[in-house]
Each structure stands twice: as C-alpha cells, then as structure tokens.
C-alpha cells in the first residue's frame, strides 16, 4: 500500500470577499444537518432574524404552509419506510421502491448521464408552483453566497432567482441524478464534492467542470483542530494506543507512523479504556444492534475494559429504549460512565455532544451513511448493514481506503473484536482513515465561499 500526504491547490477567483455566508439545510434525517454544522461559525441568517444561525429550509419561523406540507410528506415517507424495512415481506417490499426511486446507476460504462430522471421533473413542478420561493425572496433581501447540503434549495435558488452565488454541497461518496439540476449544461450552481468520484459523476450528468470544486467533506473543527490538524493528530495517537495492545501494528509501520502522523503524537499513554461509539440513524431503525453490542460485551463494561456510548441522536424513542435497556441490564454502569447514552432533543446539540465524545472514541460502529467521511478523523469504522444504495457506494469507498470493516454477528462481539484487537487490524484502519480520506474539507469549504478561491484537494483517491 502506497502512502502520501494529502496536498491542496488553491486559485483565485475574482469575487469579493464575505465574513459570512446562508447556510442552508434540511431537517431529514441527520446527514444534511450534520454535513453543515462545522460551517455554523460563519452562517449569517436574514435581517430581522434574532440571531446568525443554519437555516433550515423546511422548518424555519415564516415557512408558508403549503411548503411545510410538502417537507413534512417526504420525510414522513422516509422515516416510516426505513423503519419498516424488518417487517416481512411488507417492509422489503416498501423500502425497494424507494430505493429504486432514489438509485445510482453503475458508473462504468462512461455514458451521458444528463437525462433528468423522474424524482427532478417531481421536484421542478412544484418549484413551478412556488415551492421555495419564500425561502428564496426572504434571503435575496441580503444576498450572501449560499451554500446548500440538500439539491432542491440549490434548485430554489436558482428558478427563483437568488442574485448571490449558489453552491451545493454533496454528502455521499457517490450521488444519483437527483443532485443535478433539470438543465445541468446551463445552470450556475456551483457544487462542492467530497471526492473524485463525485465530481466524476457529476460531470456524466453534465455539470460543467469548472463548476464543481473537490474540497472534501466537511469535518467539525473540534475533532481536527487547525490547519495542522493537531487537535486530531493527538486524538489518534491515543486511540493508536488502544487499538494495538500488543504493538503488533506499531512495530512493523514505526517509520510510517512517525512520518504522517508525528513523532510527538507516538507512544502516547491513553487515559481511558476501550471506547466502541454506536450510532443510530435518524429513523432510529437499527437501535436494537446496540442492545446486542451491550450484552456481548456485559463482562468486559462490567470490568471497566470497554466503554460503550450508544448514540440516540435527537429521537426521544431511541434514548428513552437504550434507558430502559441500560438500567435493565447495567444498573450501574449508567451511573459510572461505563455506558454512555448520547442524546438532544435539539440536533445541533446532538453534534456537540457526539463529536465531544468522538475526542475519546477509539472504534466508530455505524451503518454506512455521512458517518463514512468521519473515518478522516482516524476513526477505524465497524460497518452495520446500509439503508439504501448511496451507502452501499459508501460501503465500497471505506473498504477501497482501508478504514472500515463488515461487522460480524453482534451476538458474538465479545469474540470477534478482540481477535481484531490483538492482529492490529483496527489500529491500521485508523491509519488507513487518517491518510486516505479528506480531512480539510471544512477549510476549503470556507475558503471557496468566504475568499473567492478554487480551493481543492488534489491528491484523493478516485473512489
């Protein structure tokens, strides 16, 4: 395997510079919202808006009715099918036609992909009878370079005529038609991509080239640091620590690891046992591997070995289930921070809080989703079962860097996982993560909306 330090370039744009930027989002799920909470220091909201904050464009105080309903409709339909997807028959059946509806084709061969599919036209004829269009006139009062984590504001934006730049940023290791516009060829919309393969793709369903910008996937800043990244940098050293008892990794990479990760940042003593975070999505649909998690590894939470954080997010459902659960499982453990139950009714709360405890996660435990570009912050990735085909690409992309792995039978983790621990495969997948994914995306990110720069990340892998 071949390692290099990711490099950048970085050219001009006449453009003026701004201090802030819109920020826009949508309430769905968690990967929209998460994608921009590391922008939220230079979201600017709207004169008369009590204060600077992310927009979120299907919740925010004025939203029309009539927009509010077509929001809610598509979320409602997400969350119900993707939680009935483990009822026989009914559920597989559900969740297929909406996967089908939202799938990415195969990108070989390489062929015209500008077409636009039957999910955009949807969308366009309600653009046509004035979705957005409030969102869209109440941000052109000051027009500010807008930056969107969901296609249908970018969409907004453009039919309605917002006078700043417009930019789209996409959160998923590959993308389907959806994310382009109905006439890619003229638009103006400006895409920020976390990979190659997106802009790739992107170009098949005919966005200009020079409109898409390979920035990387934005990072939250508690969790990198500065440009130096020194706040992650330590961070892994300590998690190195943990995930390679036996030196096994250590010895046989030294040189490698001094190299791109630091000398000062080897040999740190870690300060706190095993720490395996598992985080749910936002439908709450895979809660129960949790549970399974906790009881596998009953003995070793109980001997102070492991500690568990179960991510509950912002769903009261999942918090009040992992609750119950804990206390009938581990009374006291729950009290002595052996588990850990992450909850927020508010999800940018919810954030903080994760990304706090990521500081001292040694193994994230996830299904496939925007949590994929987290294995930059040296996080080895445990693979639960995707929801949905844009994971499965994500599924791919982990596997093509090194950073994550399928999770075995839960049941049987108190096994397993050691086996890995003591080969030192975790230890080299968090290598992995740190070397091979974006890690910067959050600053180029800025530099693209705020200066008036091509800022990009040159050497990523393709995938």
């Keep these: 395997m071949i390692y290099y330090n990711p490099t950048t370039i970085t050219m001009a744009i006449t453009r003026k510079k701004y201090k802030n930027a819109y920020i826009v989002t949508v309430d769905m799920g968690y990967g929209h919202q998460r994608a921009v909470y590391p922008l939220n220091d230079i979201a600017a909201s709207p004169d008369g808006w009590q204060e600077a904050t992310v927009v979120t464009a299907n919740t925010y105080a004025g939203i029309p009715k009539s927009d509010r309903l077509k929001w809610e409709g598509s979320r409602k339909l997400y969350e119900t099918v993707s939680r009935l997807k483990k009822i026989p028959l009914i559920g597989p059946l559900s969740f297929s036609i909406m996967d089908y509806i939202q799938r990415i084709d195969p990108f070989y061969p390489k062929r015209d992909l500008s077409r636009p599919i039957l999910q955009v036209k949807q969308i366009y004829r309600m653009i046509d009878k004035g979705w957005g269009k409030h969102l869209i006139d109440t941000l052109n009062q000051k027009p500010l370079p807008l930056l969107t984590s969901f296609f249908a504001v970018a969409f907004f934006a453009e039919e309605h005529g917002y006078t700043g730049d417009i930019y789209c940023l996409c959160t998923d290791t590959d993308i389907s038609r959806a994310w382009a516009p109905l006439n890619p060829r003229t638009t103006r919309i400006k895409y920020c991509a976390p990979n190659k393969r997106v802009k790739q793709r992107l170009e098949l369903y005919g966005i200009p080239s020079k409109q898409i910008y390979v ?82 590894l009953h003995d070793h939470i109980d001997a102070g070995k492991v500690r568990l954080n179960l991510v509950a997010g912002s769903r009261n459902d999942v918090y009040s289930y992992y609750e119950d659960k804990v206390k009938e499982l581990h009374v006291d453990a729950h009290h002595t921070g052996k588990v850990n139950i992450i909850y927020a009714a508010n999800k940018m709360e919810y954030f903080r809080k994760f990304n706090e405890a990521l500081l001292t996660t040694d193994i994230l435990w996830t299904k496939p989703s925007e949590l994929s570009f987290y294995a930059g912050l040296g996080l080895p990735i445990i693979i639960a079962p995707s929801i949905g085909s844009q994971e499965d690409y994500n599924r791919a992309w982990l596997h093509a860097i090194g950073a994550g792995f399928e999770q075995e039978d839960p049941r049987y983790t108190h096994q397993w996982l050691f086996d890995w621990l003591e080969s030192g495969w975790l230890a080299e997948a968090a290598m992995s993560g740190f070397l091979h994914a974006p890690k910067s995306g959050t600053h180029h990110i800025e530099e693209v909306l705020l200066k008036g720069k091509r800022s990009e990340i040159e050497d990523v892998h393709l995938l």
């Design 215 to 296: 920035t990387g996937f934005p990072l939250p800043k508690e969790n990198t640091g500065s440009v130096d990244l020194e706040i992650l940098r330590q961070s892994l050293g300590c998690r190195i620590a943990n995930l390679d008892p036996h030196f096994r990794y250590q010895k046989k990479y030294r040189a490698m690891i001094e190299e791109y990760l630091g000398v000062k940042y080897c040999d740190i003593r870690n300060a706190h046992p095993l720490t395996i975070t598992f985080a749910v999505g936002g439908a709450g649909a895979q809660r129960d591997i949790g549970i399974t998690i906790l009881e596998s």
